[in-house]
């Protein structure tokens, strides 16, 4: 059973930083893309950072690209997404996300409050 679950959100304030972390289990993990999304109430559900284990490329939304880092470590099967000078504009519910044979998985959303 393929799973994804995100974790490591929180309350920071302006400037700050957090890592989350998309543990995965089900699936040969290195050959597929993990991406990290976001989600504010009354909106849609935006993408901001994908990478491919296989060969290490990343993805960054415009926004967060300078701030941002998205990292492996394969040994755990796990995607990190390291936010730094976290912005109150951050704020959001993050998802972790896999396309497995051509079927979307969703970690469950972690919490990031960004106060200023």
């Known amino acids: 059973e393929v799973q994804l679950q995100a974790s490591g959100g929180g309350l920071v304030q302006a400037g700050g930083s957090l890592r989350l972390s998309c543990a995965t289990s089900?699936?040969?993990?290195?050959?597929?893309?993990i991406g990290w999304f976001r989600q504010t109430p009354g909106k849609e559900r935006e993408e901001i950072s994908w990478l491919s284990i296989l060969d290490g490329s990343t993805w960054y939304q415009i926004s967060v690209k300078s701030r941002f880092i998205i990292s492996t470590n394969n040994a755990k099967n796990t995607v990190y997404l390291q936010m730094n000078n976290l912005k109150p504009e951050d704020t959001a519910t993050y998802y972790c996300?896999?396309?497995?044979?051509?079927?979307?998985?969703w970690g469950q959303g972690t919490q990031v409050t960004v106060s200023s």
């Open positions: 089900g699936f040969n993990f290195v050959d597929y893309a």
């Open positions: 996300y896999a396309d497995v044979s051509w079927r979307d998985y």
